[in-house]
């Protein structure tokens, strides 16, 4: 007889452990309804197909040149303008620049790996087969996002860096979380709207041309997520009352919050290099009143999507344009 061993891997800087909390169920009624949602699902999983690209084909990977330039335009670098930025020899800035970038880009491919598991616990939760097709599409999806962001990294000779302590949060949480709703809120409304808008700001940031090819063809991804998951929410929440709708619009809306963009990585690096701490805050401070727009671009996609699915109201409303300053 085999004996079959379960794997447990030890919890290290380099991998997490999460339970599995939830329930899944088979669906033995392939045609689950004929409503708009699914006739919605079986659209997008049939989009997905046409669109299907890959990593290694699709992508023009360069030789290992990256490095000689800068890895985005100064108006995108928060450490543009300080002096003791400034004041270094060109490669050592080219090195902080790098460095900063990695750490932004594998935020970027953390957040992948959080949407490629919770793609793949929809496909044994979601009420219908139609949605299932979606979530396994999606998975696919993801799959290809992290490979891309992966290999990206890999190409500029870069080191992946671990993730932020929110984003680690959050994964741990939204992966246990028993509801299926919350996995969907979180992954295709809250994570995928603020990566649209960050995105869509570095694909316009002065990248490298393989980062700006492979987030054009994320970005056609992304939305065709984002498009299932208001579509399908809009739909559950239609029969929820008031107060159940304002508690799934603070949840999202915490989070955001939480995962709110702050200066931890620039001031690790600082540290690393012995800046001034106290003035480095002061010159993301003023960076931040001087280019509001940043901000705003990350909570507009978010409020739009919000809206979408009948969880915006006055009192959400109010906390976001607070939060944002306007
Ligand atoms: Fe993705
Ligand atoms: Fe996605």
Known sequence: MIKSEIFVPDETEFSQIFNNSFNGFLLWNYHTNSSQESFSCIRLVSLAEKKRWSPYLDIDWPPDTLGSR???????????????????????????????????????????????MCASQLISMMPCMESRLFASTQVADEARHVEFFRRYLASAGLDICGPSPALRHLTVDTLQDPRWEIKLLICQILIESLALAQFSHLAQ??????????????????????????????????????????????????????????????????????????????????????????????????????????????????????????
């Open 70 to 116: 800068f890895p985005c335009a100064d108006y995108a670098d928060p450490f543009a303008g300080f002096d003791q930025y400034e004041k270094l020899s060109r490669p050592d800035r080219l090195r902080v620049a790098w460095q900063r970038h990695a750490m932004e880009i594998s935020e970027l491919l953390h957040g992948e790996q959080l949407a490629l």
């Open 205 to 326: 940031a002065g990248v490298p041309p393989t980062l700006k090819q492979g987030l054009r063809r994320i970005m056609d991804d992304e939305a065709r997520h984002v498009r299932f998951g208001t579509d399908y929410l809009k739909s559950l929440f239609r029969s929820h009352n008031a107060e159940q709708l304002t508690g799934y619009g603070n949840y999202v809306i915490d989070k955001a919050f939480e995962l709110a963009p702050s200066d931890n990585q620039c001031l690790a690096i600082a540290r690393d290099h012995q800046w001034d701490i106290h003035k480095l805050r002061q010159h993301l401070r003023q960076q931040r009143i001087g280019r509001p727009e940043l901000i705003r671009q990350r909570f507009r996609q978010l409020s739009i999507n919000i809206k979408a699915i009948g969880l915006m109201n006055a009192s959400i409303e109010e906390r976001i344009m607070r939060f944002t300053g306007t």
